[in-house]
């Protein structure tokens, strides 16, 4: 029985917007470990839900497609969102 793993992603640190940040995500846990190709040195498995992500409007609707598929699953709580006040000034000082 795959386990999946439920949060928000967070906000991209090499830009300001905040695309995609509100919507859950669905990622299924691995179930064996990566391993190197002998040719290509590339790291891959066999295990295919790897693939796979899944969005969501709300972690409501996440949470009750796991349950309708019969799936186990965790949900990562999102980071507390913080905001650094600082006057333009302080960039000089």
């Known amino acids: 029985m795959p386990t999946a793993r439920i949060f928000q992603r967070p906000k991209n640190a090499m830009q300001s917007g905040k695309y995609r940040t509100e919507s859950w995500q669905l990622e ?3 179930s064996e470990p990566k391993r190197p190709d002998p040719l290509t040195g590339w790291a891959g ?9 899944l969005f969501f409007p709300t972690l409501e609707a996440a ?21 650094k ?5 302080d960039n000089f000082r």
């Open 28 to 30: 299924f846990e691995p």
């Open 45 to 53: 498995s066999g295990d295919t839900r790897d693939q796979v992500r």
């Open 63 to 83: 949470v009750a497609h796991c349950e309708r598929e019969g799936w186990d699953h965790n949900i990562v709580p999102a980071p507390q969102k913080t905001l």
């Open 85 to 89: 006040l600082q006057s333009y000034a």
